[in-house]
């Protein structure tokens, strides 16, 4: 099994549509549920206005999972940087989050010249946690009740890693 990652294509947007209307991933994320695909050109649209880069893993040729990284453009900031992921379930514990995570750090600092990688993940994503901690992100604070998810809120842990320059 092979993961490849590239950059993100504008075909691209059923297979998003695809990953986040799955019941496995959209409760962990920050998305509403049921995107269509219209949804995700127009998502698309505006990330790329906003310079945003988004990349794709697959194997055999299947979306598996993405990464978007959201690029800082205040001049006092913009050697920060946070990202979202996203992991097809059937491929999860294969390696497919932390691939696209140090292929999102690798151009973070190598590319773009980022200092601080940030990202947010609900406080019972347990294998998120330990994935990002096992990575050198550490927990910077707690957003308390910050995300609805299914009728309730929840806590948001805000955690960060600071990059070699």
């Known amino acids: 099994m092979e993961i490849t990652v590239r950059g993100r294509e504008p075909s691209d947007a059923a297979a998003y549509q695809r990953l986040y209307s799955h019941p496995d991933v959209y409760p962990w994320t920050l998305q509403l549920p049921y995107p269509s695909v219209a949804t995700w050109e127009k998502k698309f649209l505006k990330m790329d206005a906003e310079g945003f880069i988004a990349f794709v893993a697959e194997i055999d040729g299947k979306m598996v999972g993405e990464l978007t990284l959201f690029v800082e453009n205040r001049p006092r900031t913009r050697h920060c940087i946070s990202f979202g ?50 990575l050198g ?23 960060a890693k600071l990059l070699d320059s």
């Open 137 to 159: 992100f550490e927990r910077e604070g707690v957003r308390r009740q910050a995300s609805l998810r299914d009728g309730k809120r929840h806590d948001v842990v805000m955690m």
């Open 85 to 134: 992921i996203g992991v097809d379930p059937a491929f999860a514990g294969r390696g497919v989050g932390e691939r696209l995570i140090r292929t999102g750090i690798d151009y973070a600092q190598n590319w773009l010249g980022v200092t601080r990688i940030e990202l947010e993940v609900f406080h019972d994503n347990h294998r998120a946690l330990r994935l990002y901690e096992r």
